[in-house]
Nanobody
Framework: QVQLVESGGGLVQAGGSLRLSCAAS????????MGWFRQAPGKEREFVVGISISGGSTYYADSVKGRFTISRDNGKNTVYLQMNGLKPEDTAVYYCAADTSRMPGTVVPNTVYAYDYWGQGTQVTVSS
């Protein structure tokens, strides 16, 4: 069983920054691929960014490339999402997710169905 707890969301003006954190339980965090997704009201949950087991590979949605950065600290069982240059269209609930069946060296997944554990989400609101 894996538990994921997000933190760091809040209200920020357009152009501002936020850093989200996702703390994972379990001793095998270093063997999980991790991802961030978001869901705006009335919309489907969408992929934001994923990071490989080693942290050496990342995959960003086009909408956040150059503005968001994912990283992980396997010693702290934590994955981070640094969000800069925030826009009102980034407003959503942000979810952390773990893919516990991903093999090392494989492509970082970008679909909801690849991830088997999810956090409760943290709200990010960007005002114009």
């Amino acid at each position: 069983q894996v538990q994921l707890v997000e933190s760091g969301g809040g209200l920020v003006q357009a152009g501002g920054s936020l850093r989200l954190s996702c703390a994972a339980s379990g001793r095998t965090f270093s063997s999980y691929a991790m991802g961030w997704f978001r869901q705006a009201p009335g919309k489907e949950r969408e992929f934001v960014v994923g990071i490989s087991i080693s942290g050496g590979s990342t995959y960003y949605a086009d909408s956040v490339k150059g503005r968001f950065t994912i990283s992980r600290d396997n010693g702290k069982n934590t994955v981070y999402l640094q969000m800069n240059g925030l826009k009102p269209e980034d407003t959503a609930v942000y979810y952390c997710a773990a893919d516990t069946s991903r093999m090392p060296g494989t492509v970082v997944p970008n679909t909801v169905y690849a991830y088997d554990y999810w956090g409760q989400g943290t709200q990010v609101t960007v005002s114009s």
